[in-house]
């Protein structure tokens, strides 16, 4: 089994930035790609970004391309989202994800980010 929990949302001015952590425990954390998901009221779920097992490929939804960047320290057993430029359109749930395979199957209890205009 492996555990997720987020960290690092809150409130903040438009323009601002954030840093959203998530540690991971009870596998080896290096077999696992990651990623992070958000849902907004009343939307679906989307996927934010990813990142392999190495941290050597990255990839990024349009929406987030040039302002968000994912990154993880296997040593350390985590994952981070550096979200800069940060727009009212970006206030969501944020949930970090785990999976083995071709499937998303570990998931965090999600960390609120709000942006104010």
């Known amino acids: 089994q492996v555990q997720l929990v987020e960290s690092g949302g809150g409130l903040v001015q438009a323009g601002g930035s954030l840093r959203l952590s998530c540690a991971v425990s009870?596998?080896?954390?290096?077999?696992?790609?990651m990623g992070w998901f958000r849902q907004a009221p009343g939307k679906e779920r989307e996927l934010v970004a990813t990142?392999?097992?190495?941290?050597?490929?990255?990839s990024t939804a349009n929406s987030v391309k040039g302002r968000f960047t994912i990154s993880r320290d296997n040593a350390k057993n985590m994952m981070y989202l550096q979200m800069n430029s940060l727009k009212p359109e970006d206030t969501a749930v944020y949930y970090c994800?785990?999976?083995?395979?071709?499937?998303?199957?570990?998931w965090g209890q999600g960390t609120q980010v709000t942006v104010s205009s």
């Open positions: 994800a785990a999976r083995y395979n071709d499937e998303y199957e570990y």
């Open positions: 009870g596998r080896t954390f290096s077999s696992y790609a």
């Open positions: 990142i392999n097992r190495t941290g050597g490929i990255t």
